[in-house]
């Protein structure tokens, strides 16, 4: 009877272990599948960019015209505005092209997740990428990292060169470890928004036009993160709205980090805000577009009708 009830217990046992070990080879080749498919549609993207050379190059200008109309207002008024920006160095010029360039990256982040979504449900191909798994937060993903690197290397190339025109340097003890850090986390929390926009998809039917989330942020940013001007000069009932977005803290560190030198003890206050913000907006925006997405499969689909 001992004998028996050993076997039986070694069998249970046996039993287990293979279920955890399956468990965590299906684990495992989940976590392989949502990165090859990030790859797949990475390579995509800049497969069709490479086929519409005409959409390259006007992607190219848009990105920077923006930086360029900033630059030339900066000099025009540097003269009068470098006393305000004192804590940054004084320079006007810097003050404002460093913000721009950030702020052009974190838009793409903020925009990516709702126009991949609008473009894959209009194209009928969003829910082909449901069927399979992974499918759809692989595609997302690919996107999202994609205009990421595109909008990166766009912006770092016009910084360059506007640094080389205008005598812009970087401080010589910039700590570029701490500012790769803050801008990882300030990325992170963006693209959290931009999951909270993208559900108003399905959960608000904004199925065109304008995404209300990303809409509200990247106005509010414009006029209350200090992004063009410092929050000393906006009016007192107005400040308290910037600490609402990620963008006030990252702003004020990077420019502190890159044109003072300062420490990661200098900024640790804006990097702990942007560490916890970040986990907080991807988690929240996770949710609640796989909720929309949940919703939308219960009734109308997600898939177009026309």
Same mark, same amino acid.
């Given at each position: 009877?001992?004998?028996?009830?050993?076997?039986?217990?070694?069998?249970?046992?046996?039993?287990?272990?293979?279920?955890?070990?399956?468990?965590?080879? =299906?684990?495992?080749?989940?976590?392989?599948?949502?990165?090859?498919?990030?790859?797949? !549609?990475?390579?995509?993207?800049?497969?069709?960019? =490479?086929?519409?050379?005409?959409?390259?190059?006007?992607?190219?200008?848009?990105?920077?015209?923006?930086?360029? %109309?900033?630059?030339? %207002?900066?000099?025009?008024?540097?003269?009068?505005?470098?006393?305000?920006?004192?804590?940054?160095?004084?320079?006007?010029?810097?003050?404002?092209?460093?913000?721009?360039? !950030?702020?052009?990256?974190?838009?793409?982040?903020?925009?990516?997740?709702?126009?991949?979504?609008?473009?894959?449900?209009?194209?009928?191909?969003?829910?082909?990428?449901?069927? !399979?798994?992974?499918?759809?937060?692989?595609?997302?993903?690919?996107?999202?990292?994609?205009?990421?690197?595109?909008?990166?290397? %766009?912006?770092?190339?016009?910084?360059?060169?506007?640094?080389?025109?205008?005598? %812009?340097?970087?401080?010589?003890?910039?700590?570029?470890?701490?500012?790769?850090?803050?801008?990882?986390?300030?990325?992170?929390?963006?693209?959290?928004?931009?999951?909270?926009?993208?559900?108003?998809?399905?959960?608000?039917?904004?199925?065109?036009?304008?995404?209300?989330?990303?809409?509200?942020?990247?106005?509010?940013?414009?006029?209350?993160?200090?992004?063009?001007?410092?929050?000393?000069?906006?009016?007192?009932?107005?400040?308290?709205?910037?600490?609402?977005?990620?963008?006030?803290?990252?702003?004020?560190?990077?420019?502190?980090?890159?044109?003072?030198?300062?420490?990661?003890?200098?900024?640790?206050?804006?990097?702990?805000?942007?560490?916890?913000?970040?986990? =907080?907006?991807?988690?929240?925006?996770?949710?609640?577009?796989?909720?929309?997405?949940?919703?939308?499969?219960?009734?109308?689909?997600?898939?177009?009708?026309?």
């Amino acid at each position: 009877m001992k004998t028996r009830t050993r076997r039986t217990d070694s069998a249970a046992n046996t039993h287990g272990a293979r279920d955890a070990t399956s468990e965590r080879e =299906l684990m495992n080749s989940g976590v392989a599948a949502l990165l090859k498919g990030i790859g797949s !549609f990475v390579w995509l993207e800049y497969k069709a960019l =490479l086929f519409y050379p005409a959409t390259f190059f006007m992607t190219v200008f848009q990105g920077m015209i923006n930086m360029g %109309i900033w630059f030339f %207002i900066s000099l025009f008024i540097s003269g009068y505005a470098d006393r305000f920006v004192s804590a940054y160095g004084g320079s006007y010029v810097a003050y404002v092209v460093l913000g721009v360039a !950030f702020h052009e990256v974190a838009r793409s982040a903020l925009k990516s997740p709702y126009v991949s979504i609008q473009t894959a449900f209009w194209e009928k191909r969003l829910e082909t990428y449901r069927i !399979f798994p992974k499918g759809f937060w692989a595609y997302i993903l690919g996107r999202f990292f994609w205009q990421l690197l595109f909008a990166l290397v %766009i912006q770092a190339a016009t910084l360059a060169l506007i640094a080389g025109v205008a005598g %812009i340097e970087l401080h010589p003890k910039a700590h570029l470890g701490t500012a790769a850090l803050v801008y990882f986390f300030f990325i992170a929390s963006v693209f959290g928004l931009g999951l909270l926009g993208a559900s108003t998809f399905f959960l608000l039917e904004v199925k065109t036009g304008v995404e209300p989330v990303g809409w509200m942020v990247d106005y509010a940013v414009r006029l209350t993160s200090g992004l063009y001007y410092p929050i000393a000069i906006i009016p007192a009932f107005v400040r308290p709205l910037s600490r609402l977005f990620p963008h006030t803290y990252a702003f004020r560190a990077m420019r502190l980090i890159l044109l003072q030198g300062a420490s990661g003890r200098a900024v640790g206050n804006d990097l702990l805000v942007l560490a916890l913000y970040a986990p =907080l907006a991807v988690a929240a925006g996770f949710l609640l577009l796989r909720s929309a997405l949940a919703r939308a499969e219960r009734s109308n689909g997600v898939s177009a009708v026309v």
